[in-house]
């Protein structure tokens, strides 16, 4: 055998190789371009504009990487597109899948208790290892420091000790825009107080009635507070006892405080839109250039007037107004001068204006009695009461919607109700009938601005319900 014949001869000549490998890259590559149909169904949802096949690469590998490793599914395609429509720079930075959240690890000497039913500041020092005394000395540095003994179920305490057990903070949240802190020093304990600052912004809310006007509008999201606020709005124009019916319709913007993306508490109604029996009434909250702010129709025409309609909110009328009824107590034939609306004892009685009040006591038969002269031409009486509100009594000035008193059963009443009497210069009417005078509209002077911050915000109700309702047929 020669020495060349010798020599083995290789498995694969080296172009092979060079073939093979090219081959496996190639699937390599198309692996990565073309992984798993979620990562493709995500991916196509994407408008990127990338600079270079090798970040187009690298983006692809990443995203399939981060799917394989959370097996969870592709994001909304929709929310993608309209990001990407808006603001392609930031979206195509912002494509490829975020890096897994590594939680932050508390420091060895970090405690935290949750309160639990029956838990006192002592329970919950005894819990992370401290001694009795601590508490007391705690408590006896600051007199703000007592607010850490006012617990709640569920509220949190963190504790952060010294190597050798010792407190050297502590901290809870209160709530979600204040928290509160103790920290160590030469003196004792320091106490601060960080109150977060909202931010506010506007939201918007559309319902319709179908049974009450409170539960429509807690399913269509608005607060009792807020609701509360809608009706002495348009208490003017409403009668909310009796007027109320079944597919009435309300939309209302309001200010909405927010922190960390949480909303936190609500501001004023902004403007809002009640339609009753047809009818459409519209408000607007202007603050004038002297800082005073009150409610307009969209074109400038006070909702306030001289009375309100209804002087208990969401009361039923159980008796009206009538010269030949049949009272309930006395069983005789006796004109009923007023109107009663029947609610759940303690409900507020609101001053139906301005004026003075003549009476703040017991009056016969109506019981504790307020009666309020306005001005020289009316009279209001409110009888019945259970009880009158602070600062209310015979001689006081009130404002309208002011609350007088609550809802009682005194003097001849089969049950809790007001009596509500209406009077022009001396002559009982018709409290559900008297037509009432409006206030001043917007002057000449403030007409544009007004105007200029009514018409964006009827228009944006009308937008909102547009796409609300067209959401709701898909």
Known sequence: MTKESSKAPPLYPKTHLLAASGIAALLSLALLVFPSSDVEAKKTTLSLELESPAEQLTQDQDAAEAVQATNEPAASPFAQIENSAEEPQETAQAAPAPAPVIEEKKSPNHREVIVSKGDTLSTLFEKVGLPAASVHEVLASDKQAKQFSQLKHGQKLEFELNPNGQLTNLH?????????????????????????????R?????????????????????????????ASVFGYDVDFAQDIRQGDEF???????????????NG????????????TYTAVRYTNKQGNSSYYTADGNSMRKAFIRTPVDFARISSKFSMGRKHPILNKIRAHKGVDYAAPRGTPIKAAGDG?????????????????QHGNTYRTLYGHMQGFAKGVQTGSSVKQGQVIGYIGTTGLSTGPHLHYEFQVNGVHVDPLGQKVAMADPISKAERARFLAQSQPLMARMDQEKSTQLASSKR
């Open 172 to 200: 809870s949240k209160v709530s979600d825009v204040e928290s509160i802190t103790l920290t160590k020093n030469d003196k004792g304990y320091a106490f601060n107080r960080i109150t977060a600052k909202p931010t506010v």
């Open 251 to 265: 939309d209302v913007i309001y200010e909405q405080k927010v922190v960390n993306g949480k909303a936190v508490g």
């Open 202 to 230: 506007s939201a918007y809310v559309h319902g319709v009635i179908n049974s009450s006007l409170s539960q429509s509008a807690a399913r269509a999201g608005l607060s009792h507070s807020l609701t509360m606020d809608m």
């Open 356 to 372: 003075k009040v003549l009476l703040a006591g017991r009056r016969g038969g109506y019981g504790n009695t307020v009666i309020i």
């Open 268 to 279: 004023p109604i902004l403007s809002a839109r009640f339609t009753n029996r047809g009818k």
